[in-house]
């Protein structure tokens, strides 16, 4: 009889163990910081970190510049350097997919125009596509001056609609701060 029971018991527990069992992770990493700004500036013989930080007020005037929200203050430059020439600078930042973070990098040059865009981590289960050479190879030769936006110079990609949305937003919100990143390192172009 209570073979039964312990038969019943486990049968209608079975299912809730389904449900509370942890999802899947996509999360891939596909290069490092150090990776994507040799990729960048494959000409730099040296590179140079630098923590910036931004004003309240440029945040505000980024803030309205963008007609969107500048909620971070604080970045790390990667400075590229061939002997005493700037060559430009690599940005890493984050962005919301759908739900999860994609980590990505942008590089510049020091006149702010984009030489490179990496996807370093990708932790969604969709959309992966924004990695895509040909998709992120759209912001090559653009700056703060280009319009930046998915439908206007920018195509998007069915089923990682979100996330190109998010990753050309975050690429025209550090093509338009640059300048005052630039400033905030100390370092005039």
Do not use: N
Request: hydrophobic residues 45%; contains cysteine; charged residues 25%.
């Amino acid at each position: 009889m209570w073979a039964r029971y312990r038969r019943v018991s486990f049968t209608l527990l079975a299912p809730a163990a389904v449900l509370v069992a942890p999802a899947p992770s996509f999360a891939v990493d596909y290069l490092t910081a150090e990776q994507a700004q040799a990729d960048s500036f494959p000409g730099a013989d040296r590179f140079e970190v630098r923590e910036v930080e931004l004003s309240p007020e440029e945040r505000a005037a980024l803030a309205s510049r963008l007609a969107a929200p500048f909620p971070r203050s604080r970045w790390t430059l990667r400075l590229a350097w061939r002997g005493g020439e700037l060559l430009g600078a690599l940005v890493v930042d984050d962005v919301v997919g759908k739900f999860e973070r994609i980590t990505y990098s942008v590089g510049l040059g020091p006149d702010g125009i984009i030489r490179q865009v990496e996807i370093l981590s990708y932790r969604e289960s969709h959309g992966q596509e924004v990695r895509l050479p040909l998709w992120r190879k759209q912001f090559v030769g653009k700056s703060a001056a280009s319009p930046l936006r998915i439908g206007e110079d920018i195509a998007g990609i069915s089923g990682a609609t979100l996330s190109c949305a998010h990753v050309a937003e975050g690429v025209r919100r550090i093509a338009h701060a640059f300048p005052e990143l630039l400033r905030a390192g100390g370092v005039t172009p």
